[in-house]
Nanobody, 127 residues
């Protein structure tokens, strides 16, 4: 199973920027090509997909709610994916989770089934 470690959360004022990082362990699945993604969950709300990318190739997908503001990318040498968040809004406040696809995953997003999760990193945007 892929191990995921997030970092980069914090507090920022509206219109500010943050970059989240997710270091993942190398595995056969990540080498062959698998989905990695970012989700978020605000208090009292369901977990929602934000962006996802494949570990091989150049296929990324960003949710409409953040399109034009958030960018997902990866660094193959560092086995890390990033979420660059610009023009942040108070409604972006949530716990952000890095995720990896899993055969027994339960949450579908961007054509992938996710089932492995990091510990989460808090993002708070104040107005």
């Amino acid at each position: 199973q892929v191990q995921l470690v997030e970092s980069g959360g914090g507090s920022v004022q509206a219109d500010g920027s943050l970059r989240l990082s997710c270091a993942y362990s190398k595995s056969r699945s990540t080498a062959r090509g698998t989905c990695m993604g970012w989700f978020r969950q605000a208090p009292g709300k369901e977990r929602e997909g934000v962006a996802r990318i494949y570990t091989v190739g150049d296929f990324s997908y960003v949710a409409d709610s953040v399109k034009g503001r958030f960018i997902i990318s990866r660094d193959d040498a560092e086995n890390t994916i990033y979420l660059q968040m610009n023009s942040l809004k108070p409604e972006d406040t949530a716990m952000y989770y890095c995720a990896a696809a899993a055969a027994n995953g339960a949450i579908q997003f961007g054509g992938c089934l996710f089932g492995t999760w990091g510990q989460g990193t808090q993002v708070t945007v104040s107005s």
